[in-house]
């Protein structure tokens, strides 16, 4: 099956500080979503991105479909940003997300 | 704004029992999902439904796990007997299923989840 690989796998930042969160797959997708998980375990929609780019106040993402991959860039991390940010994909129609293995963030104030 | 509904939030339970969680889906999502999230690790399917069929239930260990969607709205997941091995964070996620409303039809939506502690 599809294989989804995030990196780096933790992260810490200064608050005020940007970052780029990568994620590669391993063949085409029909949907690719970000997800930020807070610390009470609920995942929260980010961003819905099989492709282009997108973006929602400090955050935005870019998905290069044909190159297998997508970036996440969050300016001026704030310590709410901390928690663990996954990227999920889905091969073909409406079958199940495929998760990464996430990138932990935590930023200082 | 529309969410996916589960409970209970947290379960403690000894090992041989019977537990059982609940999920609303959001309304009119025909599609809906069960994950379970071991710590540190990624939520991987247990099972998919389509309005009240099972789509896939290949990752369900049948030996002890049931699921079921009987009206294609609300769903149950139970685990019969509880293994220690069974702690984890049990998720729900629904999706519309079918295009239109101008939402991507596979875009998914997740609960708050239900924590299991198995002792």
């Known amino acids: 099956g599809i294989q989804v690989e995030q990196s780096p796998p933790d992260l810490i930042l200064q608050e005020g500080a940007n970052s780029t969160l990568r994620c590669n797959f391993s063949d085409s997708v029909n949907n690719l979503q970000w997800f930020h998980q807070n610390p009470w375990g609920q995942l929260i929609n980010l961003f819905y991105i099989p492709s282009g780019t997108k973006q929602n106040g400090r955050l935005s993402a870019t998905t290069v479909a044909t190159e297998r991959y997508s970036l996440l860039y969050i300016s001026s991390s704030q310590t709410t940003d901390s928690g663990v940010y996954f990227c999920a994909v889905v091969g073909s129609g409406n079958t199940p997300l495929v998760f990464g293995k996430g990138t932990r963030l935590s930023v200082i104030a | 704004e529309a969410e996916v509904a589960q409970s209970p939030r947290y379960k403690i339970t000894e090992k ?104």
């Open chain 2, 16 to 119: 041989s029992q019977a537990v059982a969680f609940w999920c609303d889906p959001i309304s009119g999502h025909a599609t809906l999902y069960w994950y379970r999230q071991i710590l540190g690790q990624g939520p991987e399917l247990l099972v998919q439904f389509q309005d009240e069929s099972v789509v896939d239930d290949s990752q369900l260990p049948k030996d002890r796990f049931s699921a079921e969607r009987l009206k294609g709205v609300d769903s149950t997941l139970k685990i019969q007997p509880a293994e220690l091995g069974d702690s984890a964070m049990y998720l729900c996620a629904s999706s519309p299923g079918t295009s239109g409303n101008n939402a991507p039809y596979n875009e998914q939506f997740f609960g708050p989840g239900t924590r299991l502690t198995v002792l």
